[in-house]
């Protein structure tokens, strides 16, 4: 699962990155975004800007918000069918840009944060599905969540799961806003190939949330970087 991610990136930099109109809400760099916190998301309905969801899916038949706290990633084996995220699959998908997330493996008996990022590039998107749940006061709650699949030869040491990763030339098929068939999306979802990864461990501030600041993607040891050449 992805449970921690980085935006670093100023706005500019993400502008020209996905070809956008306003990106107005950032705020940035982030250095540990976390689950129920608001996410920069670009949705299929509004292609040319930047947004902020909570990250978290809410589907639309929920009675309780809370069900987000357990849909911050929609497993790709499952997401086209599976009730909470199925519509969204359907018609609500979206971006959400990153230059980096964080997974945990297990050294010397304990769960060590490892700093996962792209080799061949700064900033990329995670796939992501998107949802708009009615609140009591009638008021819109946005929400999202990152997609994941089976990790690949880089991965599988630290994780048994990666984030899908969509790229740039696959960026308007994703966008999409009407149902795309297998034959559509299915080439959108093999994933980052190992050679285009690098991985370090970093210390465990990552596990709180309030500690968003550069030293949380420092690595601990510089011979802790992984690489494939």
């Known amino acids: 699962m992805c449970g921690r991610y980085t935006l670093t990136a100023d706005a500019e930099g993400i502008q020209l990155a996905f070809d956008l109109d306003d990106v107005s809400v950032w ?98 998107a995670f796939a992501g599905l998107w949802e708009n749940w009615k609140q009591p006061d009638g008021t819109w709650l946005g929400t999202c969540a990152i997609l994941t699949t089976e990790a690949n030869d880089f991965i599988r040491p630290i994780h048994h799961r990666m984030t899908v990763m969509i790229e740039p030339e696959d960026y308007d098929v994703w966008l999409s806003e009407e149902e795309l068939r297998p034959e559509q999306w299915l080439p959108l979802m093999a994933g980052c190939a190992s050679e285009q990864l690098t991985a370090f461990e970093v210390s465990r501030q990552v596990n709180r949330p309030i500690n968003d600041n550069p030293s949380v993607i420092s690595p601990v040891d510089a011979g802790s970087q992984r690489t494939l050449l």
């Open 27 to 124: 705020e940035g760099p982030r250095y540990n975004i976390a689950p129920s916190q608001m996410a920069p998301v670009i949705t299929n309905r509004k292609r040319k800007r930047l947004t902020l969801l909570k990250w978290g899916l809410v589907p639309p038949w929920a009675k309780d918000p809370a069900i987000g706290k357990r849909m911050i990633n929609a497993r790709l084996e499952t997401a086209a069918e599976k009730p909470s995220f199925r519509m969204a699959f359907k018609r609500r998908r979206c971006l959400i840009p990153s230059d980096g997330y964080f997974e945990w493996t297990k050294r010397a008996g304990k769960k060590a944060p490892m700093y996962i990022k792209r080799r061949d590039r700064e900033i990329f």
